[in-house]
């Protein structure tokens, strides 16, 4: 298991950029994966992006070219960073941990931030 604490979101003026973070309480090496999801309002949660363990990030076509997943392992925190904003990219956004621990898949999520975009 692991514990997530994300930061940032807020309000932001479409087209501006905001960065979302999310600290763990374990090495980042030893979790499978990490990701982004967001959920809007009436709209199921979706991938927006995820980077493995070896550091390889994959995006949801919506947010390519405009957000990036990068990590900090000697934080334990990863960050995404969202430019040119979209009205479309208001959500809560959510930090998802997946791995396993003592032989036991799990997927853990944080508390969610809000994002709302404005025109």
């Known amino acids: 298991q692991v514990q997530l604490v994300e930061s940032g979101g807020g309000l932001v003026h479409a087209g501006g950029s905001t960065t979302l973070s999310c600290t763990t309480s374990?090495?980042?090496?030893?979790?499978?994966?990490m990701a982004w999801y967001r959920q809007a309002p009436g709209r199921q949660r979706e991938l927006v992006a995820n980077?493995?363990?070896?550091?390889?990030?994959t995006y949801a076509d919506s947010v390519k070219g405009r957000f990036t997943l990068s990590r900090e392992v000697m934080k334990n925190t990863v960050h995404l960073e969202m430019n040119s904003l979209k009205l479309e990219d208001t959500a809560v956004y959510y930090c998802?941990?997946?791995?396993?621990?003592?032989?036991?898949?799990?997927?853990?999520w944080g508390q969610g931030t809000q994002v709302t975009v404005s025109p």
């Open positions: 374990r090495s980042l090496f030893s979790i499978r994966a």
């Open positions: 998802n941990a997946v791995g396993t621990y003592l032989q036991r898949e799990y997927s853990n």
């Open positions: 980077i493995s363990s070896g550091g390889t990030t």
